[in-house]
C-alpha cells in the first residue's frame, strides 16, 4: 500500500445508506482499516482487470488476423495452381 503522504487528492461520491451499510460491512469482511482503503482497493483492482481484458481483446484481434491471413494464402496458393494447370 503506497504511504499516505503520496496521496495529495480527494475523491467524492455519494451513496445511499443501504449502499454505506454494505460498504462498512464489506470492510468488516475483507478487514480494510477504512472505507478509502476498501473504495481504493476495489478501483485499483477494477483497473487492472480493464488492462488485462485489453490485453486479451488485441491478442484474440490478433490471433483471428492471423487465421485470416493463412485462409487468404491459402486460398491465393490453391488460384495460383489452378491458373497453372
Known amino acids: 500500500m503506497a504511504n499516505f ?6 475523491v467524492y461520491f455519494r451513496v445511499s445508506d443501504a449502499e454505506f451499510q ?3 460491512d464489506l ?3 475483507r478487514g480494510a482499516r477504512n472505507m478509502s482503503d476498501l473504495v481504493r482497493s476495489a478501483v485499483q483492482m477494477m483497473a487492472r482487470q480493464s488492462e488485462n481484458s ?3 481483446n488485441v ?3 490478433l490471433r483471428q488476423l492471423e487465421n485470416s491471413i ?3 494464402s491459402r486460398a491465393m ?3 495460383s495452381r489452378e491458373q497453372q494447370a
Open 77 to 79: 496458393e490453391q488460384g
Open 27 to 29: 470492510c468488516r469482511h
Open 54 to 56: 485489453f490485453e486479451l
Open 22 to 24: 454494505q460498504f462498512q
Open 5 to 10: 503522504r503520496n496521496r495529495t487528492k480527494v
Open 70 to 72: 493463412e485462409k487468404l
Open 59 to 61: 491478442t484474440e484481434r
